[in-house]
Nanobody, 122 residues
Framework: QVQLLESGGGLVQAGGSLRLSCVAS????????MGWYRQASGMQRELVAT???????SYSDSVKARFTISRHNANNSVYLQMNSLKPEDTAVYYC????????????????WGQGTQVTVSS
């Protein structure tokens, strides 16, 4: 009953920018940490950035100073502003969120979006 939908991917030249968006919808009681992961062709999925419900952000070393994660709790959304993009940023980017669907739950469950393709040309 919970769905995460990403948008904003596309093709850009090196040095360009993209802004990814993810909206969680469905039966949601509350949302804790949210984040972005990416998976390049033939590679394992890796963490890009995470953000707590209070706005505390963490980044992988490869994107620090270039990417910014943010969230809007009112509509259960998380965003990733990507600047100074490099060809090595090319990957499918996945949204992640820890969600409780009701107050009877003591723990949160991870949900994943379907992914959005980001391609950076040289």
């Amino acid at each position: 009953q919970v769905q995460l939908l990403e948008s904003g991917g596309g093709l850009v030249q090196a040095g360009g920018s993209l802004r990814l968006s993810c909206v969680a919808s469905g039966t949601i009681f509350d949302v804790n940490d949210m984040g972005w992961y990416r998976q390049a062709s033939g590679m394992q999925r890796e963490l890009v950035a995470t953000i707590t419900r209070f706005g505390g952000a963490s980044y992988s070393d490869s994107v620090k100073a270039r990417f910014t994660i943010s969230r809007h709790n009112a509509n259960n959304s998380v965003y990733l502003q990507m600047n100074s993009l490099k060809p090595e940023d090319t990957a499918v980017y996945y949204c992640n969120a820890a969600i409780r669907i009701g107050p009877w739950k003591e723990t949160h469950t991870d949900y994943w979006g379907q992914g959005t393709q980001v391609t950076v040309s040289s």
